[in-house]
Nanobody
Framework: QVQLVESGGGLVQAGGSLRLSCAASGRTDSSYAMGWFRQAPGKEREFVAAISRSGGITYYGDSVKGRFTISRDNAKNTVYLQMNSLKPSDTAVFVC?????????????????WGQGTQVTVSS
């Protein structure tokens, strides 16, 4: 089992930045590809970004390309999501997830473990 804990969410004005972190604990000896998803009230869960086990390959949803950057520090068992040029439409609960494969995935049902999420609110 792997436990995932997100942090770094909060309230920010449009155009601002936030950096989310997702710390993994438990069976981290088995490396995982990691992903970030988000869910706004009344909307379906949306893929945001993912990163391969090694960190060499990254994936982004169309709505965040060029604004968000995913990265990881395997020594710290932590994945990050740097979010710049935030928009009110980015307001959501952001959740990180892990899958027991080398590559990331765009699909939530291909992830094995999930965190509880952190709220990001962007005011206009």
């Amino acid at each position: 089992q792997v436990q995932l804990v997100e942090s770094g969410g909060g309230l920010v004005q449009a155009g601002g930045s936030l950096r989310l972190s997702c710390a993994a604990s438990g069976r981290t000896d088995s490396s995982y590809a990691m992903g970030w998803f988000r869910q706004a009230p009344g909307k379906e869960r949306e893929f945001v970004a993912a990163i391969s086990r090694s960190g060499g390959i990254t994936y982004y949803g169309d709505s965040v390309k060029g604004r968000f950057t995913i990265s990881r520090d395997n020594a710290k068992n932590t994945v990050y999501l740097q979010m710049n040029s935030l928009k009110p439409s980015d307001t959501a609960v952001f959740v990180c997830a892990a899958r027991s494969y080398n590559s990331g995935s765009y699909y939530p049902n291909e992830y094995d473990f999930w965190g509880q999420g952190t709220q990001v609110t962007v005011s206009s």
